[in-house]
């Protein structure tokens, strides 16, 4: 059963990078039938998709983060990241690492989420 | 974006009862090739990540107990939990997979 776990900073200043990594355990990120996500959940509210990579390299990113975001892939290390840039208190949230896979579509692994706070 | 709005906000069920979740999309979610409905339900309990149920609308997860299950007509969608035990206090959303950006239903919160 593959796992996953986000990494990284809890606290960003505001206008500054936002910058998390996922690591991959149980299974290959390199395997072409999966897309990997990142998905965010302010406190108290609902999902937000924000983009996800494949291992062509291939990125799609929500139109509403599309000009601050960046995802990378690391297959070496089995890891995939995220950079948002230029964060405000808005970008406040949990976010999550995820695994869609394509043979039975949907997203089915999912890690523990990584609170990051926006704040100076 | 494809909206996804589910109804109601929030229900309370009594232990053993039937809960029943609405979701419906903007827009149409069947991809023609497969005749699939590119919807999937997920349950989060405090603290924790979603959870995956049904996908393609009406299929369980493995693993997932059969008081779960999820039907599709048109851009209407549900899930039903037969007969609600404890465990299934949770925010449930319904979510699209058809088109980019995927997106989310607001989540129903459901309580005993």
């Known amino acids: 059963q593959v796992q996953l776990k986000e990494s990284g900073p809890g606290l960003v200043k505001p206008s500054q990078t936002l910058s998390l990594t996922c690591t991959v355990s149980g299974g290959s990120i390199s395997s072409g039938s999966n897309y990997w996500n990142w998905i965010r959940q302010p406190a108290g509210k609902g999902l937000e998709w924000i983009g996800r990579?494949?291992?062509?390299?291939?990125?799609n990113y929500n139109p509403s983060l599309k000009s601050r975001v960046t995802i990378s892939v690391d297959m070496s290390k089995n890891q995939f990241s995220l950079k948002l840039s230029s964060v405000t208190a808005a970008d406040t949230a949990v976010y999550y690492c995820a695994r869609f896979r394509l043979s039975l579509p949907s997203f089915d692994s999912w890690g523990q989420g990584t609170l990051v706070t926006v704040s100076s | 974006d494809i909206v996804m709005t589910q109804s109601p906000d929030s229900l309370a069920v009594s232990l053993g009862e039937r809960a029943t979740i609405n979701c419906k999309s903007s827009?149409?979610?069947?991809?023609?090739?497969?005749?699939?409905?590119?919807l999937a339900w997920f349950q989060q309990k405090a603290g924790q990540p979603p959870k995956l149920l049904i996908y393609?609308?009406?299929t369980r997860e493995s693993g997932v107990p059969d008081r779960f299950s999820g039907s599709a007509s048109g851009t209407d969608f549900t899930l039903t939990i037969s007969s609600l035990q404890a465990e299934d206090v949770a925010v449930y959303y319904c979510q699209q997979y058809h088109t980019t950006p995927w997106t989310f239903g607001q989540g129903t919160k459901v309580e005993i």
């Open positions: 827009q149409n979610v069947l991809y023609n090739s497969n005749n699939k409905h590119y």
């Open positions: 990579i494949h291992t062509t390299g291939s990125t």
């Open positions: 393609w609308a009406s």
